[in-house]
């Protein structure tokens, strides 16, 4: 049987989905002042934007029977290993993105601190249920990303089209209707991608994190 904390885990996650953007409108937005900001940045939007899409996708497609599906164990799994996929994925893009970005501007020089970190987010989220394959996986797929990165440039490019295709690729939904979905999925996660870009930009502290 599927275990009840995990039940509830998607059901908890599908409130934040709407109660999420609220809060931010009241309690603002933390500078990012120091390194470890930035890795909290990276990894905090990376899970929320994770979080809206695939279960704002899901509600979407299921309507009022999410409820009853997450009682499912094997939606309820499939709803799991969906999660994993994108989350790490965003964390890859959104982590190049950062650093690329800090390097366009000169606010960083040494660019094996952008593996540090993602390594360290994925070595974190390990206590919090990710499975090794994936993680293995997300390891060895970023480590191939960074040796053909050209950090000057790479914010200037579609920096985020790997996480965006991972929603539509792993979100559990039925292969005849994601076909009918595709453009839409993708480009609801490029424009959340888009908005949080501004954000980081008015985010970061350029005084002192250098």
């Not at 191939?144 to 790479?154: G, L």
């Amino acid at each position: 049987m599927f275990k009840k904390e995990q039940i509830e885990e998607h059901i908890s996650a599908l409130k934040e989905y709407f109660f999420v953007p609220l809060k931010k409108i009241f309690i603002g937005e933390k500078k990012i002042k120091t390194l470890f900001d930035l890795e909290e940045f990276i990894q905090t939007k990376s899970a929320i934007i994770t979080q809206h899409t695939l279960y704002g996708y899901l509600k979407t497609r299921i309507g009022t029977r999410h409820v009853m599906l997450f009682g499912d164990e094997q939606f309820s799994k499939s709803i799991d290993i969906a999660k994993w996929n994108i989350y790490t994925v965003s964390i890859q893009d959104l982590c190049l993105y950062c650093f690329s970005y800090l390097a366009s501007n000169n606010l960083c020089s040494n660019m094996d601190l952008a593996t540090d970190v993602f390594h360290r987010i994925l070595d974190g989220e390990k206590k919090n249920g990710l499975e090794d394959l994936i993680y293995q996986n997300a390891i060895k797929d970023f480590d191939e990303r960074v040796k053909s990165i050209h950090w000057k440039t790479y914010c200037e490019g579609e920096c985020f089209e790997k996480s965006s295709y991972a929603l539509y690729r792993w979100a559990p939904i039925a292969d005849e209707l994601k076909k009918l979905d595709k453009s839409i999925v993708i480009r609801s996660m490029e424009l959340k991608w888009d908005n949080l870009k501004k954000d980081f930009v008015k985010l970061i502290d350029f005084d002192t994190l250098v």
